[in-house]
């Protein structure tokens, strides 16, 4: 398969199945995803916890926020301030909008960026739900942000850069729209050892978050080419389980664990 094809193969299959996760959510369809930590038989709570998000936190989000998706619990780590602006890339149903929309208080700001009409709206009636006057959220691709440049203090992603094929633009972008000073504060799968070809060419192992995963050296080159500086990648060995149930039977474990990612622009 030519790279251009495998792109686009990627790109339609990672849009196909979080349209079927916003629609199983809305309650058109009946789905069991597992993509990215979606639904499995561990209780919600447990799957919070493992991505370390608290009860205190879960508690008082709108129904539907939580699907259940990511690697980890990216507001905890961004050290957000009051009347900050904050984006999100992938934003899905919008739980870590609405956890950083509380830590930035009424005079911040938080934008959630997704490419999937369904998810935008539901996202969207969630902060309805929840009088979340603060968020707000965006149709668009990460690798071409709908966010002016120099705008945003913080910005946060929750298990989806893993997503693009083009991981390159997107830190491009995520540097363009950064203010000065602005931090990155990232969770996502990294790879631990070389993923066999046939794992590579699984697009549904792309969309389940294992499949686009890459080294950790890697990406600090990235982070560091595109002009980042203060980078702190620190990859979770006991985040194994949990990935051993985005593809049960595959040995996806053997490969890939979720880490913190933090870098920050220079003045």
């Not at 079927?20 to 709570?45: F, K, L, M, N, Q």
């Not at 956890?99 to 911040?108: D, H, I, K, P, S």
């Not at 002009?227 to 053997?254: L, N």
Request: proline letters at 4%.
């Amino acid at each position: 398969m030519t790279e251009n094809r495998q792109e686009d193969v990627v790109r339609d299959e990672v849009r196909r199945r979080y349209e079927e996760i916003a629609r199983c959510e809305a309650g058109s369809c009946c789905c069991d995803s597992d993509c990215c930590g979606g639904a499995t038989s561990v209780d919600a709570v447990d799957r919070g916890a493992q991505k370390g998000y608290t009860a205190e936190e879960l508690a008082g989000l709108p129904q539907g926020a939580d699907m259940s998706l990511g690697c980890g619990n990216p507001a905890a780590i961004a050290g957000l301030k009051p009347g900050e602006t904050v984006l999100d890339l992938g934003s899905g149903g919008g739980i870590d909008c609405f956890l950083a929309a509380r830590q930035v208080g009424e005079t911040g700001q938080v934008i959630g960026v997704d490419m999937t009409p369904e998810m935008v709206s539901q996202a969207r009636k969630n902060a309805v739900r929840g009088d979340y006057g603060n968020v707000e959220f965006r149709l668009g691709e990460i690798e071409h942000l709908p966010v002016a440049d120099d705008s945003v203090d913080v910005i946060i992603s929750n298990c989806v850069i893993n997503l693009s094929t083009d991981k390159r633009a997107v830190l491009d972008e995520a540097y363009r729209v950064l203010r000065p000073e602005g931090r990155l504060a990232i969770t996502d799968t990294v790879a631990t050892a070389p993923l066999p070809e046939q794992v590579r060419e699984d697009a549904s192992l792309w969309s389940a978050c294992i499949a686009g995963a890459v080294f950790v050296d890697d990406l600090r080159d990235m982070l560091q080419d595109v002009g980042f500086s203060q980078i702190h990648i620190r990859p979770k060995e006991e985040s194994r389980q949990m990935i051993r149930e985005w593809a049960p039977g595959r040995d996806v474990e053997e490969y890939v664990v979720s880490a913190s990612i933090e870098a920050v622009k220079p003045t």
